[in-house]
């Protein structure tokens, strides 16, 4: 499976970007797919992740209420819609699919290349 990341960029705080990963190789309907970031000098964090349906999702505390991941499992693809950007949430944001468990927690064995986020204050 081969991830590619899209939609960073530099936005002013308050702002919204949508990022999107593309999949290819094989499809990923049958993946949990998830959405990472790291911060220099920080370690990556899981920020949001979706069952391979689509009808369970996850945030970490620092986003919940304002950013949503979706998929397209027609469109091989995963989305994380940003709004009410803060600078704290500059990073670099990884996309992730993961096909096994390890206890309750997902094995991300997958990674795209990442795409940057900048939220300027």
């Known amino acids: 499976v081969q991830l590619q990341a899209s939609g960073g960029g530099l936005v002013q705080a308050g702002g919204s970007l949508r990022l999107s990963c593309a999949a290819s190789?094989?499809?990923?309907?049958?993946?949990?797919m998830g959405w990472f970031r790291q911060a220099p000098g920080k370690e990556r964090e899981l920020v949001a992740a979706i069952s391979w349906y689509g009808g369970s999702t996850s945030y970490a505390d620092a986003v919940k209420g304002r950013f949503t991941i979706s998929r397209d499992n027609a469109k091989n693809s995963v989305y994380l819609q940003m709004n009410s950007l803060k600078p704290e949430d500059t990073a670099v944001y990884y996309c992730?699919?993961?096909?096994?468990?390890?206890?309750?927690?997902?094995?991300?064995?997958?990674w795209g290349q990442g795409t940057l986020v900048t939220v300027s204050s």
């Open positions: 190789g094989r499809t990923v309907s049958s993946y949990i």
């Open positions: 992730a699919a993961s096909r096994r468990l390890s206890g309750p927690n997902a094995v991300y064995d997958y």
